[in-house]
């Protein structure tokens, strides 16, 4: 019998949709690992204003299979670029109200760095190229889809893509 422990699987890059309420708690449960020993988050909430105009609610609608094969490619260039344990990310479809969780990205590193870069990574390549669309409710006037826009202080980009 031998004493040899076996090498841990590295766990695959996770990106879903959801139709129901996100639970952080749940999804950070999913990648904790002793190998880790930083955790970063961000979580992408529905907010009260946008462009100077009050937001009742927003609704989100995606082309579920090209989003989840963009968002595995995205978590998987992050695990290429950063020495990451786990990533995963979560985005919301349907009707969500102010407040709600719209997005939620997660990622354990043995060190903090690693885990702020590959996140900060994540959303921004998420927000550019997965095909989730916007529609905003508001206060008064009708409601309009809304297009993705990336800061302007960009992670670097994917390999191939212009700047």
């Not at 890059?13 to 955790?39: K, W």
């Not at 998987?76 to 969500?96: M, Q, T």
């Not at 529609?135 to 992670?155: D, M």
Request: net charge positive.
């Amino acid at each position: 019998m031998s004493t040899k422990k076996a090498k841990a699987a590295q766990p695959t890059p996770q990106f879903r949709l959801a139709g129901a309420p996100l639970d952080p708690e749940r999804l950070r449960s999913e990648l904790l690992d002793a190998r880790a020993g930083g955790f970063v988050a961000f979580e992408g909430r529905v907010r009260r204003r946008n462009d100077g105009r009050e937001v009742r609610s927003l609704e989100y609608e995606a082309y579920a299979e090209l989003a989840e094969k963009e968002g595995a490619r995205i978590l998987a260039e992050a695990r290429a670029r950063h020495p990451i344990v786990a990533a995963a990310a979560v985005h919301r479809v349907g009707h969500l109200q102010v407040g709600d969780i719209a997005v939620w990205v997660g990622v354990t590193a043995e060190h903090r760095d690693a885990a702020f870069a590959a996140c900060r990574y994540i959303i921004d390549e998420l927000k550019a190229r997965v095909p989730i669309w916007k529609k905003e409710h508001y206060a008064k006037g009708v409601p309009v889809w809304v297009s993705n826009r990336v800061s302007a202080r960009r992670s670097p980009r994917a390999p191939g893509r212009k700047s």
